[in-house]
């Protein structure tokens, strides 16, 4: 039985103010569930349907607390519209020092992302394409998000995080011999660019790009080329529609993969 002060504990944790305080967020899904078995992350309660428990064992899932509910239970605590069989409450790992240098070939910036579907997605590209860390301006929205949680598809547990000043990422990036490309409709073409080994990809705001403070200490402004032939045309790209095309053509035209 999961009492009323839980349910409202629980529910609490979609706004990032509770998050922060109770030092804890929300994974829902069961294979997402489970995708934290594979992971740092810790674990502080499993809130499964009986139907569940035998995989979290199968998987070797650990948490501090378990707790067996019912389906009509776990939909009183779930954010979700149709839940599954698992709700897991995770602790929000401590954000590491910033580091001296960039350790991978290609590093984002993310400056000012709203939208948590945006946000969840660009994690999901960036551990497809073997990105392992991502920055982001304080405007940047929650990666704990419980929406960029779902919209990750489990890509959270093995893609980093880091809210960091533009300008002090700006200094890593430079003493790590790295060349900071900005994403802008007047930018260049990025398939005739001649595009560095070691690379930092700043990408902006659904509605208003990237920040005057930031556009101005870029390295190198890029753009994707419109293609379409008609009168009337698209104006731009979705963000995450184009961080993946740039990242694919990052690690294309380096020979990365």
Not at 182 to 201: D, I
Request: glycine share 6%.
């Amino acid at each position: 039985m999961i009492s009323k002060s839980k349910i409202k504990q629980l529910s609490s944790l979609a706004i990032k103010k509770y998050r922060n305080s109770a030092g804890l967020f929300l994974v829902e899904g069961d294979k997402m569930v489970l995708e934290l078995a594979k992971s740092h992350i810790g674990i502080a309660e499993l809130i499964v349907t009986g139907e569940f428990e035998q995989s979290v064992h199968n998987h070797g899932l650990r948490a501090e607390t378990i707790t067996l509910v019912s389906k009509d239970e776990l939909k009183k605590v779930s954010l979700l519209k149709t839940p599954q069989n698992s709700l897991a409450v995770c602790r929000i790992p401590e954000q590491k020092p910033l580091p001296e240098t960039l350790s991978d070939d290609l590093t984002l910036y993310l400056d000012g992302i709203q939208d948590p579907g945006n946000m969840g997605t660009i994690i999901r590209i960036c551990d497809w394409f073997g990105i392992r860390n991502i920055f982001c301006s304080a405007e940047t929205v929650d990666p704990y998000n419980p929406k960029v949680i779902q919209a990750s598809m489990g890509s959270f547990a093995r893609v980093s995080v880091t809210e960091c000043d533009f300008m002090q990422f700006r200094t890593i990036a430079q003493n790590s011999g790295a060349c900071i490309y900005g994403t802008f409709m007047e930018g260049s073409n990025v398939y005739t660019e001649n595009l560095s080994k070691k690379s930092v990809l700043v990408m902006g705001n659904e509605g208003n790009g990237i920040s005057d403070a930031i556009k101005n200490a870029v390295d190198q402004k890029i753009s994707i080329p419109n293609f379409s032939e008609n009168e009337h045309k698209a104006e731009s790209l979705n963000v995450s529609v184009a961080t993946a095309i740039l990242c694919s053509e990052f690690k294309r035209s380096v020979g990365r993969v």
